[in-house]
Protein backbone atom coordinates (compact mmCIF):
# COMPACT_ATOMS: atom_id res chain seq x y z
CA UNK A 1 0.00 0.00 0.00
CA UNK A 2 1.02 3.55 -0.55
CA UNK A 3 2.20 5.78 2.35
CA UNK A 4 1.63 8.76 4.02
CA UNK A 5 2.86 11.47 1.21
CA UNK A 6 3.14 14.94 1.55
CA UNK A 7 3.80 17.75 -0.78
CA UNK A 8 6.11 19.60 -1.43
CA UNK A 9 8.90 18.36 0.23
CA UNK A 10 11.10 21.55 0.67
CA UNK A 11 9.83 25.06 0.98
CA UNK A 12 11.52 28.44 1.12
CA UNK A 13 9.10 31.71 1.15
CA UNK A 14 9.62 35.43 2.85
CA UNK A 15 8.58 36.17 5.41
CA UNK A 16 4.20 37.29 4.94
CA UNK A 17 4.20 35.48 2.34
CA UNK A 18 1.38 32.25 2.43
CA UNK A 19 2.48 28.37 2.18
CA UNK A 20 -0.25 25.53 2.16
CA UNK A 21 1.17 22.04 2.80
CA UNK A 22 -0.75 19.15 1.56
CA UNK A 23 -1.00 15.64 3.05
CA UNK A 24 -2.22 12.63 1.85
CA UNK A 25 -2.86 9.65 4.24
CA UNK A 26 -3.14 6.30 3.56
CA UNK A 27 -6.26 5.45 2.15
CA UNK A 28 -8.65 4.51 4.61
CA UNK A 29 -7.20 5.71 7.73
CA UNK A 30 -9.84 8.20 9.06
CA UNK A 31 -7.41 9.57 11.81
CA UNK A 32 -4.93 12.35 10.16
CA UNK A 33 -2.54 14.29 12.33
CA UNK A 34 -0.24 17.30 12.05
CA UNK A 35 3.23 17.62 13.69
CA UNK A 36 5.81 19.99 13.54
CA UNK A 37 9.68 20.24 14.64
CA UNK A 38 11.17 23.14 15.24
CA UNK A 39 14.94 23.05 14.83
CA UNK A 40 16.37 21.73 18.19
CA UNK A 41 13.66 20.74 19.27
CA UNK A 42 11.07 17.83 19.77
CA UNK A 43 8.17 16.86 17.80
CA UNK A 44 4.81 18.92 18.62
CA UNK A 45 1.33 17.95 17.86
CA UNK A 46 -0.63 20.18 16.20
CA UNK A 47 -3.98 18.79 15.56
CA UNK A 48 -6.10 15.41 14.69
CA UNK A 49 -8.64 15.18 11.97
CA UNK A 50 -11.66 12.26 12.31
CA UNK A 51 -12.47 11.80 8.58
CA UNK A 52 -13.09 15.62 7.40
CA UNK A 53 -14.07 16.80 11.74
CA UNK A 54 -10.99 18.41 13.80
CA UNK A 55 -10.84 16.20 16.67
CA UNK A 56 -8.61 17.88 18.66
CA UNK A 57 -6.54 21.57 17.36
CA UNK A 58 -4.98 22.32 20.93
CA UNK A 59 -1.25 22.11 19.44
CA UNK A 60 -2.24 24.83 16.36
CA UNK A 61 -0.16 27.91 17.40
CA UNK A 62 -2.16 30.85 16.12
CA UNK A 63 -4.40 31.76 14.27
CA UNK A 64 -2.40 31.77 11.25
CA UNK A 65 -2.62 28.42 11.10
CA UNK A 66 -5.69 26.84 9.05
CA UNK A 67 -6.32 22.83 9.06
CA UNK A 68 -8.85 21.59 6.36
CA UNK A 69 -9.64 18.21 5.38
CA UNK A 70 -12.58 18.53 3.10
CA UNK A 71 -14.25 15.38 2.37
CA UNK A 72 -12.48 13.36 5.23
CA UNK A 73 -9.46 12.31 2.48
CA UNK A 74 -6.67 14.93 2.22
CA UNK A 75 -5.71 17.48 4.22
CA UNK A 76 -4.09 20.67 3.52
CA UNK A 77 -1.79 23.40 6.43
CA UNK A 78 -2.45 26.56 5.42
CA UNK A 79 -0.05 29.42 7.32
CA UNK A 80 -0.94 32.77 6.40
CA UNK A 81 1.11 35.29 7.20
CA UNK A 82 4.03 32.71 7.64
CA UNK A 83 6.57 34.38 10.32
CA UNK A 84 9.99 33.16 10.77
CA UNK A 85 9.28 31.16 13.82
CA UNK A 86 7.29 29.10 11.81
CA UNK A 87 10.20 27.37 9.88
CA UNK A 88 10.97 23.46 10.73
CA UNK A 89 9.52 20.32 9.14
CA UNK A 90 5.90 19.86 9.44
CA UNK A 91 4.61 16.19 9.46
CA UNK A 92 1.18 14.74 8.81
CA UNK A 93 0.60 11.06 10.07
CA UNK A 94 -2.68 8.45 9.77
CA UNK A 95 -3.74 5.71 11.44
CA UNK A 96 -6.33 3.70 10.52
CA UNK A 97 -8.36 3.32 14.18
CA UNK A 98 -8.95 5.47 16.83
CA UNK A 99 -8.28 3.59 19.49
CA UNK A 100 -5.38 5.04 21.67
CA UNK A 101 -2.32 3.49 21.28
CA UNK A 102 -2.26 2.83 17.73
CA UNK A 103 0.84 2.91 15.76
CA UNK A 104 1.10 6.34 13.37
CA UNK A 105 2.25 6.05 9.54
CA UNK A 106 4.26 9.19 9.31
CA UNK A 107 5.07 11.24 6.06
CA UNK A 108 8.39 11.84 5.37
CA UNK A 109 7.60 15.78 5.65
CA UNK A 110 7.76 19.25 4.57
CA UNK A 111 10.64 21.13 5.42
CA UNK A 112 9.38 25.01 5.17
CA UNK A 113 12.11 27.71 5.51
CA UNK A 114 10.69 31.60 5.95
CA UNK A 115 13.31 33.87 5.02
CA UNK B 1 5.20 20.53 33.12
CA UNK B 2 5.29 17.39 31.17
CA UNK B 3 8.70 16.22 30.17
CA UNK B 4 10.52 13.28 28.31
CA UNK B 5 13.74 12.93 28.61
CA UNK B 6 15.97 10.99 25.95
CA UNK B 7 19.78 11.10 26.03
CA UNK B 8 20.85 14.35 23.65
CA UNK B 9 24.39 12.88 22.71
CA UNK B 10 24.70 9.83 20.37
CA UNK B 11 25.28 6.40 21.17
CA UNK B 12 28.34 5.01 19.69
CA UNK B 13 28.86 1.71 19.61
CA UNK B 14 30.05 -1.32 17.99
CA UNK B 15 28.48 -4.01 15.32
CA UNK B 16 27.14 -6.51 17.06
CA UNK B 17 27.00 -5.08 21.08
CA UNK B 18 23.82 -4.33 22.26
CA UNK B 19 22.94 -1.01 22.17
CA UNK B 20 20.78 0.42 25.17
CA UNK B 21 18.39 4.07 24.62
CA UNK B 22 16.36 5.63 27.73
CA UNK B 23 13.59 7.35 28.25
CA UNK B 24 12.54 9.03 30.92
CA UNK B 25 9.43 10.81 31.92
CA UNK B 26 8.35 13.60 34.37
CA UNK B 27 4.69 15.12 35.21
CA UNK B 28 2.75 12.50 33.58
CA UNK B 29 1.36 9.39 33.66
CA UNK B 30 1.20 7.81 30.12
CA UNK B 31 -1.30 4.45 29.15
CA UNK B 32 1.04 3.51 26.11
CA UNK B 33 4.61 4.30 25.08
CA UNK B 34 5.91 3.94 21.75
CA UNK B 35 9.17 3.80 19.80
CA UNK B 36 10.12 5.18 16.37
CA UNK B 37 13.07 5.35 14.55
CA UNK B 38 13.69 8.23 12.29
CA UNK B 39 16.14 8.54 9.26
CA UNK B 40 17.73 11.43 7.93
CA UNK B 41 15.30 13.13 5.86
CA UNK B 42 12.20 11.08 6.23
CA UNK B 43 9.21 10.62 8.83
CA UNK B 44 9.29 8.37 12.05
CA UNK B 45 8.72 4.83 11.44
CA UNK B 46 6.76 2.79 13.99
CA UNK B 47 9.04 -0.21 15.62
CA UNK B 48 7.05 -0.85 19.46
CA UNK B 49 3.73 -0.19 21.45
CA UNK B 50 4.01 -0.90 25.22
CA UNK B 51 1.10 -0.29 27.71
CA UNK B 52 1.25 0.45 31.48
CA UNK B 53 0.49 -2.88 32.53
CA UNK B 54 3.42 -4.62 30.63
CA UNK B 55 7.15 -5.03 31.63
CA UNK B 56 8.53 -5.69 28.88
CA UNK B 57 7.65 -6.33 24.78
CA UNK B 58 10.25 -7.81 22.22
CA UNK B 59 10.31 -7.72 18.48
CA UNK B 60 12.67 -9.70 16.81
CA UNK B 61 16.46 -7.96 18.06
CA UNK B 62 14.49 -5.04 19.86
CA UNK B 63 12.88 -5.08 23.28
CA UNK B 64 11.33 -2.42 25.13
CA UNK B 65 10.82 -2.82 28.90
CA UNK B 66 8.18 0.11 30.60
CA UNK B 67 8.89 0.68 34.64
CA UNK B 68 6.10 3.12 35.77
CA UNK B 69 7.65 3.70 39.04
CA UNK B 70 10.79 4.64 37.86
CA UNK B 71 8.79 6.06 35.27
CA UNK B 72 11.57 4.84 32.60
CA UNK B 73 11.72 2.86 29.19
CA UNK B 74 14.49 0.85 28.06
CA UNK B 75 15.14 0.06 24.41
CA UNK B 76 17.41 -2.37 23.53
CA UNK B 77 19.05 -3.72 20.64
CA UNK B 78 20.91 -6.56 20.74
CA UNK B 79 23.33 -7.83 17.94
CA UNK B 80 23.64 -4.68 16.27
CA UNK B 81 24.12 -3.46 12.77
CA UNK B 82 25.02 -0.63 10.83
CA UNK B 83 21.83 -0.79 9.48
CA UNK B 84 20.53 0.32 12.73
CA UNK B 85 22.31 3.79 12.81
CA UNK B 86 19.09 5.87 13.11
CA UNK B 87 17.32 8.19 15.40
CA UNK B 88 15.11 7.23 17.72
CA UNK B 89 12.41 8.52 19.45
CA UNK B 90 9.95 7.82 22.32
CA UNK B 91 6.74 8.89 22.13
CA UNK B 92 3.92 8.89 25.40
CA UNK B 93 0.22 9.44 25.14
CA UNK B 94 -2.53 8.70 27.48
CA UNK B 95 -6.25 7.57 26.55
CA UNK B 96 -6.03 9.94 23.31
CA UNK B 97 -3.75 9.91 20.23
CA UNK B 98 -2.11 12.90 21.25
CA UNK B 99 1.53 11.75 21.08
CA UNK B 100 4.01 13.86 23.07
CA UNK B 101 7.67 12.85 21.67
CA UNK B 102 11.25 12.97 23.43
CA UNK B 103 13.92 14.81 21.25
CA UNK B 104 15.88 11.28 20.20
CA UNK B 105 18.81 9.78 20.55
CA UNK B 106 21.25 9.14 17.69
CA UNK B 107 22.67 5.65 17.74
CA UNK B 108 25.81 4.95 15.42
CA UNK B 109 26.77 1.85 14.77
CA UNK B 110 30.32 1.31 13.22
CA UNK B 111 32.01 -1.70 12.17
Known amino acids: EAGVTQFPSHSVIEKGQTVTLRCDPISGHDNLYWYRRVMGKEIKFLLH????????ESGMPNNRFLAERTGGTYSTLKVQPAELEDSGVYFCASSQFEAAGSPLHFGNGTRLTVT | SQKIEQNSEALNIQEGKTATLTCNYTNYSPAYLQWYRQDPGRGPVFLLL?????KEKRKERLKVTFDTTLKQSLFHITASQPADSATYLC??????????FGTGTRLQVFP
Open chain 2, 91 to 100: ALLKNTDKLI
Open chain 1, 49 to 56: FVKESKQD
Open chain 2, 50 to 54: IRENE
